[in-house]
């Protein structure tokens, strides 16, 4: 070995070690979520052919595409196409796992209540087919006004993309988008979503015109009117509609994720990383159309419920560019828009941000109010963690975490606001507005914030001591509390709403709320009082470290050792060729080097995921095969395979563990 290729000499001999001690692990299986099923009232047409044939002939009570094969080969088109006139309103599955069902058109409506049965959001995807020429549609719609009670469960549903708005014949109006990408629930309809991810649809852009731009479609993963359960279910990466440009530009979409109908309850749920639609860009001397609002949910007025769930990551709408002074204004609540009354508990709503103003000929537009939430009706949040929520803007968006409007009620108790920011110049960085405090509150910033109630056992100025937002158990991501947190302890047992869904399934649900978010084996009192915020206990972890070479050339290169060529090549492994993917190295191992990650008893190495990210962003993840500390060391060893498939070239390394993430570094494959 003729250089050093950490920092520090005893990291590798530690190295050394490590790496002689390496063992190659059978891959386990993967971790699966539990569903609850819904068994059948009669018996149930089974999908057993992928593809999207029809039936051939309707209403014979069978699902069969194809005359010429023995027997039912039964595509998910041809069941809902017999359920729709048939007493059979059950859909099972029997396909291989992983399967994916690409539709090539609209599936039909749905016009009375069906159960659709799918075996695991993580084994069976739903898609519109993402081929060019393939028409725009949504995955699954419902009829209108049939008020019936149905269900989807065990399902990943992508791609769902409704029509953009035209422009008119005389080109004046720009029409507006269409709302609702992925799923359609009608007023008057009652459908409860169970395992469902809802992931990468979006809604429909409103047209162009001289005059005015069309609105930009809202409800970019799903467009509810009516009542919707959502339950161990994921909306993510959905987006909203843009606003069309025009001579006044139009506004974007509200709701990246999911609209709040006349009732949206969401229970061990997770909404992230969803996106409202931008305002539309103006001619000159006109506005441009504000940014859509509600960046994850945004409600209409019905009643909202929010038990052990998190909103995390989504955005709301920037304010469109203007052709006057100012651009429009950004798009309220990063998180949320409330506009009914909601009930949060045992819930946290992190990392959401609103829009930004858009640009105008002198200055920048306002931006959204509300990082977390915007709230205009009552709100209460009780055993609720609120952190890390921004503003932006030139002027900048009151309100980081909350923005309680003129006229609303914001009711906290046991809850934690902290480390929610707004830009310089900005006010009211964690609560912006009049709050009623419940007391046995943590708040750390309460400037532009007028709280009153009762406020004893309120913490306020304090550190609350928060690890970053990470898997700690449960279906949800959540902000464990550190060692020595202010808030472990610090709230009031009396103030536990009671467990109105009954989570524990023991028929009472007078009882107070008997676990914290994460559900399931996570007691919500623990050391005989409850903790402020959404989680119990000590369960922070500090982030996971990549470890990275500090002697190369440059700065973040990943400090990563060649299982096979280790012993033959010298280092540093910026060279390129130490990480040769070409036979007799095809599938080369490679060890990186992480701090804070360590295995539970009995946790296979699978649970580790090493993400490579090529020079055109271009992302893929690989399962570690062999995972160990390192003796004597504060980082453990992960040992990976290359695909034979990978290109040559420089690539991005991050590791992935419990929804966590790693610094990344780069690494080059020759
Ligand atoms: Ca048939
Ligand atoms: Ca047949
Ligand atoms: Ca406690
Ligand atoms: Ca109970």
């Known amino acids: 070995m003729t250089k050093q290729f950490f920092s520090q000499s005893q990291n590798v001999v530690i190295a050394v070690i ?57 595509t998910l088109r041809g069941a809902i196409q017999e359920v729709n006139v048939g007493v059979t309103k059950e859909i099972n599955f029997s396909l291989p796992p992983h399967s994916i069902i690409t539709l090539d058109s609209a599936l039909p409506d749905i016009s009375g209540a069906i159960s659709v049965v799918g075996p695991g959001s993580n084994t069976l995807t739903v898609q519109r087919n993402s081929a060019g020429g393939t028409p725009n549609f949504r995955i699954f719609t419902f009829v209108s006004n049939v008020a019936v009670n149905s269900t989807i469960s065990g399902l990943t549903i992508t791609n769902g993309r409704v029509a953009d708005g035209g422009t008119s014949s005389d080109g004046q109006f720009g029409s507006n988008g269409v709302s609702g990408g992925g799923i359609l629930n009608p007023t008057n309809e009652t459908l409860t979503l169970i395992d469902l991810v809802v992931t990468g649809n979006r809604a429909g852009n409103g047209g162009a015109g001289t005059g005015f731009g069309g609105s930009g479609g809202t409800g970019g993963g799903i467009l509810n009117s009516g009542k919707l359960v959502l339950m161990n279910s994921v909306v993510t990466n959905n987006r909203a509609g843009n606003g069309g440009a025009g001579g006044s530009g139009a506004n974007g979409g509200n709701a990246g994720g999911v609209t709040g109908g006349s009732s949206l309850i969401i229970i061990n749920s997770t909404i992230s990383n969803n996106f409202a639609g931008d305002g539309g860009n103006a001619a000159p001397g006109a506005p441009g159309g504000p940014g859509g609002r509600g960046g994850g949910i945004s409600g209409g007025g019905g009643v ?35 506009q009914g009354p909601l009930n949060m508990v045992n819930s946290t709503v992190s990392n959401n941000i609103t829009g930004d103003g858009g640009s105008g000929t002198r200055d920048g537009g306002l931006g959204g109010y509300g990082g977390a939430i915007y709230n205009q009706n ?20 009151l309100g980081g975490g909350i923005y309680n409007f003129t006229g609303g009620t914001v009711t906290l108790k046991n809850t934690l606001i902290a480390n929610n920011t707004v830009p310089a110049g900005g006010n009211g960085p964690d609560l912006s507005g009049t709050y009623n405090s419940q007391d046995y509150n943590l708040i750390r910033n309460t400037s532009g914030a007028t709280i009153n109630g009762f406020t004893t056992h309120n913490v306020t100025g304090v550190n609350p001591q928060l690890g970053p937002l990470a898997n700690n158990g449960g279906l949800t991501q959540t902000h464990g509390l550190l060692t020595g947190s202010p808030a472990l302890d610090a709230a009031n047992n009396a103030s536990l709403p009671a467990d109105e869904f009954d989570l524990d399934n023991d028929g009472n649900k007078a009882e107070p709320v008997p676990f914290d978010q994460r559900g399931a084996t996570f007691s919500r009192v623990v050391n005989g009082t409850v903790d402020i915020g959404a989680v119990e206990g000590v369960t922070g972890s500090v982030p996971m470290q990549l470890l990275l070479d500090t002697s190369g050339p440059a700065a973040n290169q990943v400090a990563a050792l060649d299982s096979l060529i280790f012993f033959r090549d010298p280092f540093p492994v910026f060279n390129s060729g130490n990480f040769l993917n070409t036979s007799p190295d095809k599938n080369t191992r490679v060890i990186v080097f992480v701090r804070n990650l360590q295995l539970s008893t009995g946790e296979p190495a699978s649970s580790v995921v090493v993400s490579l990210t090529d020079g055109n962003n271009q992302s893929s993840d690989i399962v570690a095969e062999d995972v160990r500390p390192c003796p004597s060391a504060d980082f453990a060893q992960v040992t990976f395979r290359l695909p034979n498939s990978l290109p040559a070239g420089t690539y991005l390394l ?16 020759k």
């Not at 891959?27 to 609850?36: D, E, H, K, L, N």
């Not at 209460?380 to 921004?390: L, R, S």
Request: aromatic residues 8%; negative net charge; glycine residues 18%.
């Open 18 to 74: 490590c790496l002689m001690s390496f063992l190659v692990s059978a891959a386990p299986a993967s971790r699966r979520i539990t569903i609850a099923r819904v068994e059948p009232l009669f018996a149930a047409y089974v999908v057993n052919t992928l593809g999207d044939a029809a039936d051939i002939n309707v209403g014979d009570g069978r699902c069969d595409t194809d005359a010429g094969v023995d027997g039912d080969q039964c």
């Open 304 to 338: 909202f419920t929010i038990v052990g769930s998190t909103i995390s990551g989504n955005r709301s709408g920037k304010g469109g560019n203007g052709g006057g002074f100012s651009g429009a204004q950004g798009g309220d609540g990063g998180g949320i828009l409330s």
């Open 378 to 397: 009552f709100l209460n949040i009780t055993n609720c963690t609120i952190a890390e929520n921004q503003t932006q803007g030139f002027f900048p968006g």
């Open 654 to 669: 991050a590791v992935k563990w419990h929804a966590q993430l790693s610094n990344s570094g780069s690494i080059k494959i």
